[in-house]
């Protein structure tokens, strides 16, 4: 059984001491948002994309980070070559479907990547997550149309099918591989007012699972934190714009006592 909240200030310490390098291939709405928020944490953050580099840079860094929000050929071409060579390298691979469901194109591009090196962890809203796992889910955008719980039974089938964890992120998140399931309750309504916080949680995912090698464990401590921090950053000031500084700010302040008082987490 996992200790928590010991375990989640373990993995922070660890992120703080090695700054692991967290190579992201991530949507041009995100980058600062992304990169900003890993060094918070304590992690490296790179964001690369070129095809003719993607390969080096992976060999060099701790974890993968694929985000396809916003799709071209170039990227698409930099992310194949991205997660075969993790793969082969045996370096964690974290997929977030950004808007999958919504194009046909982006259907494809999910797909095949899937198909090419399964992802060890895949974060996404309900409705990217059962659009993943075959289910003709609606979507507005990159928007869920549906709860995070109405997603759980797809988010084991694409376990199942993928072998490793997927993480549904709502009002409540479920972290889930096989049969086990873990429960975030933590996070505020006002998150979903600020551009890529989704994003950000699977960015943080790849810093967690940068020095975790269970994945399971990586996410369900990657997402508590995200909730943590977001509960911080709204109570310094309910608004969005002040909740993007405050957000960081909590990350970097982030506390043992501060997770062991506010932490939300069920298991089963």
Known sequence: MIQYPQSIWA???????QAPLVH??????VMNNTANALLALGA???MVHAPEEVEDFVAISSALVVNIGT????????MRLAMQKAKALGKPVIFDPVGVGATAYRNQVSAELLALAAPDVIRGNASEIMALAGLNAQTKGVDSLYGSEAAVDAARRLSALTGGVVVISGENDYIIQGEKTATIGN???LMTKVTGMGCT???????FAAVNPDYFQAATHAMAVMGIAGELAVEKKLAPGSLQLNFLDALYELTEDT????????QA
Do not use: K, W
């Open 259 to 266: 997770i062991t008082t506010r932490l939300q987490l069920t």
């Open 71 to 78: 799709l071209d050929a170039t990227f698409v071409a930099g």
């Open 24 to 29: 992201n291939i991530t949507n041009f709405v």
């Open 11 to 17: 993995d922070v310490e660890r992120i703080r001491v």
């Open 187 to 189: 996070g505020h309504p």
């Open 201 to 207: 949680a699977t960015a943080l995912t790849g810093a």
């Open 44 to 46: 490296s953050p790179a």
